[in-house]
């Protein structure tokens, strides 16, 4: 279920429905359970994942904050785990089929539950992960306050690291040592696992360590009620793909009653409207045409590179920013802020102006979790190249298992060091002269966007082989205008300079509201014109959000 789809428009009609008649408890459980639902829409498995992580992390929480659980809190989580372990991983869905024409549900009695052990082995491991730790609790209890709150902070970090490691880069790092492998005499392929990525683990791994982390800083206090450490968690408008909110920010939010105001529902309405143009008129347009020349074995051309990366730098910015309107705009029709994920990162002049422009909840993540805690820039220059490679080269890999993403975080470390070494010392005065100002901020961040540009040619080539090809192709066949890239649907030509313009208007007024402030006639016109190109769009094939599979 995505939200570009129908399926999405009747699930949150309805869980809007219900959100509006009810309480601020009513409210959270609602809100809980249609998280739940959108998850499992993906692979009802998926759930049980989710809900390990919400129940280790809130009892950590709480250990390195109070060191004491309530014996109601215990119990909550416990039957919490376990019924997750039962309902998601246990029970059999399959044997569950609903029918629209007519309506009607049957069940498959005997297929619903497994006849054979292995069926039952979550199950048996929650239970048992569920009695050692109340059996441990009360020797948790007596260890020296600084020995327990660094034990429950790497419990967290360890077991949310080690299910991201798993379901994320074994086959990668098995694959990366099958040379050595083989060599010991191991045949490697027997070592290769059927594992299926569960979509958003990425992003709610980063969001529940940061809040343990938090706490152990001093920075924010554990959450008392466990249904909303759980809906912080699962909450779905971000799930799949960010933002990567703090607990500081949206726990509250989740805890407090709530008032929607008339104007948080039309910013709402705008956001879900521009992020579904750029997701459906721009980024699913240009998707073939990216796919045409990327996705091929065959020969291209200078040109069939240049115009394919440059419609792949439209297509992920389009399909990751839109996604994060759009989920920012369902937010506010629940009266819930998320963080702003983009800001105009294409009119950045350096990679460092880039990266607090692009995915920022992600950028200022690595920052605050990583790059400090490797110590910053606190330990002399070459200690700080040092941190600021790593931080990028884990922020590449974070994006997925394959060495190109690697490739592209070293790239984007060296950009970020090359501009800090150049950069030392005071920038020279801006010249007084307006049009030699407005000329050189022009070329800077063309400059710069063409880096960009070739960073997004590392980050889709689907091999280091291609990688080498495309780069070769760029300096070799320089100037070799001829192409056999598929011309994008009408509706993308349509939209692009759309949007183009739009961003511009954005950037010089340096509001993100500032069409508010247009002409009732051009402000009509704006929204004539995203609805009809939207429309017009629905025509594109669709493709699944890009950032969803990391």
Known sequence: MTFNSIEFVVFFGVTYFLYRLLPLGGQNLILLIASYVFYASWDVRFVFLLVLSTVVDFCCGSMIETGRLTGSKRRLASLFLVLAAFLCVTVQWDAVVFRTKPIALSVQWAKLLPTSLSGWLVLLGALALVAAANLLYPRFTSLPEEQRRKLFLWLSIGTNLALLGFFKYFNFFISSAEGFISALGIHAEFLHLNIVLPVGISFYTFKTISYTVDIYRGK?????????????????????????????????????????????????????????????????????????????????????????????????????????????????????????????????????????????????????????????????????????MTTMVLGGLWHGAAWNFVLWGFYQGTLLCVYRAFNLNPSKQVPANNAIRVLRSLVTTL????????????????????????????????????????????????????????????????????????????????????????????????????????
């Open 447 to 550: 400059f710069f966007f063409l880096l960009t540009c070739y960073g997004w040619l590392l980050f889709r080539a689907t091999s280091l082989v291609q990688i080498t090809t495309f780069t070769k192709i760029l300096v070799v066949d320089f100037g070799n205008l001829t192409s056999t890239l598929p011309k994008p649907p009408l509706p993308t030509l349509l939209g692009i300079p759309l949007l183009m313009g739009y961003e511009f208007l954005e950037y010089q007024a340096n509001k993100a509201d500032f069409y508010r402030r247009f002409p009732t006639p051009a402000r009509a016109a704006l929204y004539a014109a995203l609805i009809i190109i939207l429309l017009m769009g629905e025509s594109n094939a669709p493709a699944q959000f890009i950032y969803s599979q990391f």
């Open 220 to 388: 924010i206090q554990a959450a008392q009620r466990f249904l909303d450490f759980a809906l912080f968690l699962a909450y779905f408008p971000p799930l799949l793909a960010g933002p990567i909110d703090r607990a500081s920010s949206l726990l509250p939010q989740l805890s407090n009653p709530r008032q929607i105001t008339f104007k948080q529902s039309a910013e709402g309405v705008f956001l879900l409207l521009f992020g579904l143009f750029k997701k459906v008129a721009i980024s699913d347009g240009v998707a073939d045409s990216v796919n045409a020349i990327y996705g091929t074995s065959g020969v291209v051309s200078w040109m069939d590179v240049v115009l394919a990366t440059f419609l792949y730098t439209v297509q992920i910015y389009c399909d990751f920013s839109g996604y994060s309107d759009m989920a920012r705009g369902v937010s506010k029709l629940f009266g819930i802020e998320l963080m702003v994920n983009f800001n105009l990162p294409y009119f950045s002049k350096d990679p460092s102006e880039f990266w607090r422009r692009w995915h920022i909840s992600l950028s200022t993540w690595l920052r605050d979790y990583l790059y400090i805690s490797l110590g910053g820039n606190r330990q002399g220059n070459r200690r700080t190249y040092l941190n600021l």
